[in-house]
Each structure stands twice: as C-alpha cells, then as structure tokens.
Nanobody
Framework: QVQLVESGGGLVQAGGSLRLSCAAS????????MGWFRQAPGKEREFVAG????????YYGDSVKGRFAISRDNAKNTVDLQMNSLKPEDTAVYYC?????????????????WGQGTQVTVSS
C-alpha cells in the first residue's frame, strides 16, 4: 500500500507556472506507475500525465501536451508535475495516483491509490 500527498497548488495568473509535487510513503514507490489527474467542478476526472516505473515512458493528455511535464525521483519517492503556460481552463483539483498495473493507463480506474488533491486556480 502507498499513501500519496500532493502539494504546490495555488492561485496563478494565466500564462504563469506552477509545480506540483506528490510525496509517497513506503519503500515500494518504484514499483508503481504514477499519474496525475484533474477534476474541475461539474466535470469528469481527466487524465493529465502518466509516467512508467523507470520514468522511461511518459504520456500526456491532449489538453496539456507541450505545456506540462511529469517527472519522478524514485530515490526521493516523489513525482512532480511542472505546469507552464497555464490557462483558466486548467483550473481544477489535481490528484496524484499510483497504479500497480502493467502499463500507464489514461483511465482513472487503472489506478489503485489516490492523494487528497490540491487546488489549482488560474485567473484570466
């Protein structure tokens, strides 16, 4: 089992940047595929980015490609999401998630553990 805690959310103007971080407990962090999802009010949870156990395979949702970057540090048990060129439509609660699956999934049902979420608000 792994516990996930996100940090780094906040209020930023459009065009600005934020870096989210997710800290995982336990000694088996490197055995999990990690992902970031987001959910805006009244909308379904959306895949943002995912990274394989080694970090060698990375996937992004279409709406964030070229603007966001996911990375992980297995020695520190962390996975980060660098968000650049933020837009008001990026406003959402962002969740970190861990998967014991075979490959990176873009579906929330593919993830076994979730953090509590961190709010990101982008003002226009």
């Amino acid at each position: 089992q792994v516990q996930l805690v996100e940090s780094g959310g906040g209020l930023v103007q459009a065009g600005g940047s934020l870096r989210l971080s997710c800290a995982a407990s336990g000694r088996t962090f490197s055995s999990y595929i990690m992902g970031w999802f987001r959910q805006a009010p009244g909308k379904e949870r959306e895949f943002v980015a995912g990274i394989s156990r080694s970090g060698g395979a990375i996937y992004y949702g279409d709406s964030v490609k070229g603007r966001f970057a996911i990375s992980r540090d297995n020695a520190k048990n962390t996975v980060d999401l660098q968000m650049n060129s933020l837009k008001p439509e990026d406003t959402a609660v962002y969740y970190c998630a861990a998967s014991g699956g075979v490959r990176v999934s873009t579906a929330s049902r593919g993830y076994d553990y979730w953090g509590q979420g961190t709010q990101v608000t982008v003002s226009s």
